[in-house]
Every structure is written in C-alpha cells, then in structure tokens.
C-alpha cells in the first residue's frame, strides 16, 4: 500500500502570504491518480486539485498543484481568510484503493 | 446543486449494530459510484467502502471487510451502510462522496458527515 506523508503538520501564516504544502509517497504515484482536498471544521471536505494541476470546478486560481513520482506540491499563492482550513493529499490504487495523507493544518 | 446528506450516526455499544443513510440531491445519483470515507478524532481521512453506480461492484476496505456493507436504492437517490460488530475504532465522522466510474481517482463531492461513536 503507497504511504502518503504530507509535510509540515501545521503551516502557521498570514493571509497574503505563500503557502507551499508537501505530499510525498513512499511509491511512484501516476500523476492522473493524486489529488488534493481542503476540509473546513463542520464543513464537507472540497476538492482542489485533480490529476496534480487540474483545478476542480469554481476553484480559484491561487491554488496550483505540482509534482510527479513521489513528490508532490499544492501552492497558494496568496492567502484569504476562507483558505485557513487542512489540506489532505489523495492518491487512487488500483485494487481499487484510496489513501489520503494525514493533512497539512493552514493556521493563522 | 449537487447536495449529499448523511444521517443516521448516533452512540453504539461494541458489537453492535447501525446503518448509516446518505440522500444525494441535484445530480444523477444513478450516474455515479458512491463511497463512504471516515475519519475518526484527531485523524485523517480514511476510505471505507465503494459501491458501483449501479450496484453491481462492491469493495471494503480491509479493516471493514466482513462487517460492514455497502447498498444503494438508486430509486430513492440513498447510499447505504451497514455496519454490524462496531468496534471503538470504528468511532468516526462518515462521509458519503461520489466519483464518477469513468474517473474514481478522486471524489468530487462530499456530505458534512454524520457522527458515529461506540463506547459502552
């Protein structure tokens, strides 16, 4: 089973700054087979980014995702207020079987 | 739009039973595979169950595998789940999502989740 680990555990910024948030699997991950989800407290989560750099419908275009292999990066370039939740990496396996990472915390 | 609603969690005794209900609205709920994802306090997500847009195909994680069970009355526009011989770890918000079958890589919607909790 591929092994997401998802890099810092909590990013404490401010809005207008750059968040830069790391998922990294312990085995090659297609690029088409990661994605990547915010969830609010109370909230549905949301999906950002599919297939690495696909934005999901409605999503602004602050968020960017990056990366293939092992590694991958989701990028916000530019903090809101509504951006403060966690963001989970997702990778697809084919048995079929979904693994997330274990969230990266966007904190004020 | 496109609305999923779980209801059905509640306080369960170890070894007992509940089903868990999630009414889709404003989509084709036929058209779309349908999973149930949990995460449990303090945790991460984890994927529990997928069932075919049409009922055909089901699969479990391994650590529900022979205990719970995944439905859909695709009449009613609800998913289902069954889980009998709770344990505590089974303590967990649940979420029903969908994914298309033409593109399970990722969920594109998600409910608010319902609450289940197994103590005695």
């Known amino acids: 089973e591929i092994v997401l680990t998802q890099s810092p555990g909590t990013l404490s910024l401010s809005p207008g700054e750059r968040a830069t948030l790391s998922c990294r699997a312990s085995q090659s991950v297609s690029s088409r087979y990661l994605a990547w989800y915010q969830h609010k407290p109370g909230q549905a989560p949301r999906l950002l980014m599919f297939g690495v750099s696909n934005r999901a419908t409605g999503i602004p275009d602050r968020f960017s995702g990056s990366g293939s292999g092992t590694d991958f990066t989701l990028t916000i370039s530019k903090l809101e207020p509504e951006d403060f939740a966690v963001y989970y990496c997702?990778?697809?396996?084919?048995?079929?079987?979904?693994?997330f990472g274990q969230g990266t915390k966007v904190e004020v | 739009q496109v609305q999923l609603v779980e209801s059905g969690g509640g306080v369960v005794q170890p070894g007992g039973s509940l089903r868990l209900s999630c009414t889709a609205s404003?989509?084709?709920?036929?058209?779309?595979?349908m999973h149930w994802v949990r995460q449990a306090p303090g945790k991460g997500l984890e994927w529990v169950a997928l069932?075919?847009?049409?009922?055909?195909?089901?699969y479990y994680a391994e650590s529900v595998t022979g205990r719970f069970t995944i439905s859909r009355d695709n009449s009613k526009n609800t998913l289902y789940l069954q889980m009998n011989s709770l344990r505590a770890e089974d303590t967990a918000f649940y979420y029903c999502?969908?994914?298309?079958?033409?593109?399970?890589?990722?969920?594109?919607?998600w409910g608010q989740g319902t609450l289940l909790t197994v103590s005695s």
């Open positions: 069932i075919w847009y049409d009922g055909t195909k089901k």
């Open positions: 997702q990778q697809y396996g084919t048995s079929p079987t979904w693994t």
């Open positions: 404003g989509f084709i709920f036929s058209d779309y595979c």
């Open positions: 999502a969908r994914t298309r079958a033409a593109a399970l890589y990722y969920f594109d919607s």
